[in-house]
Nanobody, 114 residues
């Protein structure tokens, strides 16, 4: 069973930065497509960023502010979040998999507030 564990969330002021991390178990990490999603209170979960092969894609609302990356030696995926806004508040989820196999972490809370 593949497990994903997020960390790095917390409370940050508007304009601040956070770096989320996602640790992925197992020995097939290097072939997984990875992504970050978020869910704000009362809203549906939405895509934030993906990393498929060497290709990154970002939702329009985070372009230029967030960066997704991975370390295949450490089995880690990261989301660097800069210039955070109150509307970035939500639970952030790490997702990974290949084909029909898709795995989710438990989420980490990010709150942007003064």
């Amino acid at each position: 069973q593949v497990q994903l564990v997020e960390s790095g969330g917390g409370l940050v002021q508007p304009g601040g930065s956070l770096r989320l991390s996602c640790a992925v178990s197992g020995n097939r990490f290097s072939i997984y497509d990875m992504g970050w999603y978020r869910q704000a209170p009362g809203k549906q979960r939405e895509l934030v960023a993906t990393l498929i092969g060497a290709t990154t894609t970002y939702a329009e609302f985070v372009k230029g502010r967030f960066t997704i990356s991975r370390d295949n030696v450490k089995n880690m995926v990261y989301l660097q979040m800069n210039s955070l806004k109150p509307e970035d508040t939500g639970v952030y989820y790490c997702n990974g998999g290949r084909g029909v196999r898709s795995y989710w972490g438990q989420g980490t809370q990010v709150t942007v507030s003064s």
